[in-house]
């Protein structure tokens, strides 16, 4: 079973444009981290979210980590080529019997031409 | 500087070898992880550690398993390999000190199984 279901799975756009790649569930997770996957290597984090409503901005990402904490998104602004990656949300539920084991959204494949 | 380096970087073996996939971590953290990534299903919870001596089975843990005897390795083992565990393996750590986390993860490993 999937908790984490990101949309849209694959998104193709030009430079410049701005863009926005959602993370949802029907659970209510602790924390929730974006990544970027690049070919060839692994996820690399890019932010954690942990507090219903938190906003954060790392130079043109931008992170929203819902009221509820069910759920996040991710907006990137005037998205250049070296955004193009796979972007992965994964959450991590609170009284977990994994603990600190992550649960991973399938990701959204972003290519940006010039 | 820190880093975690997974070996070997590609492998190709046969139907019921033994294959054993090598994760270091000099981060010095406590939390270790494996998981596979397959297209159309993300990243899966393969085996966990958070010490030595100590593991447990993730999501698709069947045809696995590991061994914790120092903190730095955490060495991954198909005890009869099969064509469906073709896969790309990611190895991960983490110290969880803020109670987030937040996982580095190693560069890969592509494992074709003929």
């Known amino acids: 079973t999937q908790l984490l279901e990101q949309s849209p799975q694959f998104l193709s756009i030009q430079e410049g444009e701005n863009l926005t790649v959602y993370c949802n569930s029907s659970s209510v997770f602790s924390s929730l981290q974006w990544y970027r996957q690049e070919p060839g290597e692994g996820p690399v984090l890019l932010v954690t979210?942990?507090?219903?409503?938190e906003v954060k901005k790392l130079k043109r990402l931008t992170f929203q980590f819902g009221d509820a904490r069910k759920d996040s998104s991710l907006h990137i602004t005037a998205a250049q080529p070296g955004d193009t990656g796979l972007y992965l949300c994964?959450?991590?539920?609170?009284?977990?019997?994994?603990?600190?084991?992550?649960?991973f959204g399938k990701g959204t494949s972003l290519l940006v031409t010039p | 500087d820190a880093e975690i380096t997974q070996s070997p970087r590609h492998k190709i073996t046969e139907t019921g070898r033994q294959v054993t996939l090598a994760c270091h971590q000099t981060?010095?953290?406590?939390?270790m992880f494996w998981y596979r990534q397959d297209l159309g299903h993300g990243l899966r919870l393969i085996h966990y550690s958070y010490g030595v001596q100590d593991t447990n089975k993730g999501e698709v843990s069947d045809g696995y398993s590991v061994s914790r005897s120092n903190t730095e390795d955490l060495p991954l083992t198909l005890e009869s390999a099969a064509s469906s565990q073709t896969s790309v393996y990611f190895c991960a750590s983490s110290d969880a000190s803020g109670g987030y986390n937040e996982q580095f993860f190693g560069p890969g490993t592509r494992l074709t199984v003929l």
């Open positions: 979210v942990v507090t219903g409503g």
């Open positions: 981060w010095n953290h406590n939390n």
């Open positions: 994964a959450g991590q539920l609170p009284n977990s019997n994994s603990g600190y084991a992550l649960n």
